[in-house]
């Protein structure tokens, strides 16, 4: 039975009589389960019922937790009490539970932890935020060229628990130095006599802990890897990246992508890529949306600019109006539909600056088509609208030219913001769209004065 099951009205009351028999009653259920259940608690029940989760089962709800409700653990709970939760715990998740409270909140925390595990996650968290050093775990299987097949079997029926995955095991050389990397699936037929050596696979993809954590996700994705090395400059495996690691950043990357395409800013860097809607305050949710809508606001007053200008026109020919969210929707839906598809193109890294040229052409023959065939459309609807054949050539080759246009503003400033280094989702939808409404609008008075001889 699910926990969401049971999770109904009645729990808040069970939180309030006995949170205690509810804390006992929760280790019977997965942390992730737990953790939604405790996201529709007040915030004083969650820690009601946080206080009463034995070690373990906190240590690994807090893994799971939205932002909110871990902040509020950190903060809350005793440091001793978030120490013997967090000892549970592999290093890398300690270090993620961690960063997203200030230093001064983590060092009681550290100090109260094992030695071991503490200095563990002191050196994770030493890495910046969104690298490979601070997504490692230093728990692997490690063995060496010399190793028979039938002792490195041996080994594992020994390990550490906390070990982060055992389908890939890894050689090492002198000095911890990775020499190669051999699969569980390749030792399991093998013959118990065979050495290490004779099977691992000696050219091994691997990251340094500078390597960014969406690089590092590429890589993953690209070799369909369970989990990436970590090495230093000298060739030293300092630990692995596994794969559920890498779902959480690319979950953490689309997160922050959709919301800078929406014009809303990304988190700090201690976590980027989160979003937990009732874990911000309102404020914190002003700040991040309050800078894209006064630039938004203030492009926006380009349409505004651009109608005061051909005022002369709209009022020699009234029907020019009843077409302009016609066409300003359409260069803005076909301008957000280039800018999406050129940043996911560069995300994937299948589009790259020196491609710039054929990105401009391709797209310009894509606006070209596109406007070809509403153009068809809009003319026809045009003239059933019973307006003259020349407002509908006018709306026509409108149409045609907004599309090439928005398809080429779309293409070109992604690409100019990855040539300045800039996020290219900052060149978000709403902006093009903007802009496109603005210069829309120009072209479609321009050719209507040069059309209708206004």
Not at 56 to 78: H, I, P, Q, V, W
Not at 121 to 127: D, N, S, T
Not at 178 to 189: E, F, I, Q
Not at 277 to 306: E, K
Request: charged share 20%.
């Amino acid at each position: 039975m699910r926990l969401s099951d049971i999770a109904g009205p009645d729990v808040a009351e069970i939180v309030r009589e006995d949170p205690a028999a509810l804390g006992e009653g929760l280790r019977a259920f997965h942390p992730a389960d737990i953790s939604e259940l405790l996201a529709g608690l007040r915030r004083e029940d969650r820690v009601r019922v946080l206080e009463h989760l034995d070690d373990e089962t906190l240590g690994d709800t807090l893994t799971y937790a939205d932002g909110e409700t871990l902040k509020l653990a950190l903060l809350r709970l005793s440091p001793r009490r978030i120490a013997a939760a967090l000892d549970t715990l592999e290093p890398d998740d300690v270090a993620s539970a961690l960063s997203v409270v200030p230093e001064e909140k983590r060092s009681p925390i550290l100090d109260a932890m094992s030695k071991r595990d503490a200095a563990a996650a002191r050196g994770l968290l030493r890495f910046d935020p969104g690298t490979a050093g601070r997504l490692m775990t230093d728990k692997f299987v490690a063995v060496t060229p010399q190793h028979t097949v039938t002792a490195a079997l041996t080994e594992l029926r020994h390990i550490d628990p906390r070990v982060a995955t055992v389908a890939n095991l890894y050689v090492l050389g002198e000095n911890q130095r990775l020499a190669g990397v051999v699969s569980l699936r390749t030792l399991l037929p093998a013959h118990g006599d065979a050495t290490i050596g004779s099977l691992m696979i000696d050219e091994v993809v691997s990251v340094t802990p500078e390597t960014p954590q969406e690089e590092v996700a590429r890589l993953v994705s690209k070799y369909s890897f369970s989990a990436l090395p970590v090495v230093d400059d000298a060739g030293r495996i300092l630990g692995i990246v596994t794969v559920d690691d890498v779902i959480d950043v690319l979950v953490s990357q689309e997160t922050e992508n959709m919301l800078r395409m929406g014009g809303v800013a990304a988190e700090d860097s201690e976590t980027r890529g989160t979003f937990d809607y009732f874990g911000s305050s309102i404020v914190r949710i002003v700040r991040s949306r309050i800078g894209w809508l006064l630039l938004l606001f203030l492009a926006g007053t380009l349409t505004g600019s651009v109608l005061r200008h051909f005022e002369g026109q709209l009022s020699q020919v009234v029907a020019l109006s009843i077409f302009i969210p016609l066409i300003i929707g359409t260069g803005g839906n076909a301008g957000s539909q280039s800018v999406s598809t050129i940043i996911r193109a560069l995300a994937l890294g299948q589009v790259r600056l020196r491609d710039a040229g054929r990105v401009l052409l391709r797209e310009s023959l894509a606006g070209l088509l596109l406007g070809l065939t509403l153009c068809v459309f809009a003319v026809v609807r045009t003239v059933l609208w019973g307006n003259t054949p020349q407002l509908a050539l006018v709306v026509g080759l409108t149409i045609l030219c907004v599309c090439a246009w928005a398809n080429i503003v779309g293409a070109l400033v992604p690409l100019l913001a990855e040539r300045f280094n800039i996020d290219p989702t900052v060149s978000s939808a709403p902006m093009i769209t903007t802009l496109v409404d603005a210069t829309g609008l120009a072209i479609y008075m321009l050719i209507a004065r040069a059309v209708l001889g206004l």
